[in-house]
């Protein structure tokens, strides 16, 4: 961990608490054994471990464990709680974590977890089930149209990462680079950025040679199905978070 992640800020009980009232999990109950950090498959390139993560919420570090990456990195695998003395459920403290880090706009950079929870939760809100071949598109355009901040500025990358239809416009728009470039809305780029532009076009078009099987196979649908019930899920939704959507 960080001499910054380990800096003192507060010392209290009220980011355990309302973890517990979020997740059920209890934080106040970790005895620091550590046996979930040595049976975690992630923790070895975590930046706060599971224990260290556990104590900084005792230590009510809000801002530490709100922009830890690992909170992102669990895979809800319940290793954790499984080895855990204390039976505290890192995975579900996790997901409550994730949540509020989302809403305080304080998710760390370079992941695209939360870009994958939204796309997917926005599919069973909508359809009721995913529709697998339009989640994979919406889920690599959105992050293709993420670019990064040496190439553009603010107000041109939240041009294109609003939605589908944004990462298909970026997609339109690419004959307008010079143009921009040369007018100021966008900087010209680096080595590093042309770099980071041909890695995401290769995620892009990274699986596309599966899909004629798999349509074939019918592992994938080009429509997909919609079940009934939207006004249900929706209020499943709601109730989920709050009332808030």
Known sequence: MSEAAMRLER??????????????????????????TSGCPVA?????KP????????????RAVLESRSIWECT???????????KVDIAAMNDALRGMSRAAGMAAPGTAVPVFDEVFLKAVRERGRVHEMGLMAEFKLRNL???????????????????????MQLLADAGKVPRMIASGELRETS????????????QLFADADKVPMMIAKGKLSLLGRRV??????????????????
């Not at 999990?25 to 005895?31: D, G, I």
């Not at 149209?145 to 944004?166: C, D, E, F, N």
């Open 11 to 36: 010392v209290g009980g009220g980011l355990a608490r309302e973890v517990k009232a979020r997740s059920g999990a209890s934080p106040m109950s970790c005895l620091q054994c550590a046996k979930c």
């Open 51 to 62: 224990h260290e993560l556990v104590r900084l919420v005792q230590m009510d570090q809000r």
């Open 228 to 245: 009934r019930g939207k006004a249900e899920r929706k209020a499943m939704f709601r109730r989920a978070s709050g009332g808030k959507s």
């Open 76 to 86: 809800s695998c319940q290793t954790c709680v499984t080895r855990c003395p204390q």
């Open 191 to 202: 080595a590093r950025g042309m770099q980071a532009i041909k890695q995401r076009a290769l």
């Open 44 to 48: 070895a390139r975590a930046d706060v």
């Open 145 to 167: 149209a993420a670019l990064p901040s040496s190439l553009s500025t603010a107000s041109v990358r939240q041009r294109y990462t609003a939605s589908w239809r944004g990462g």
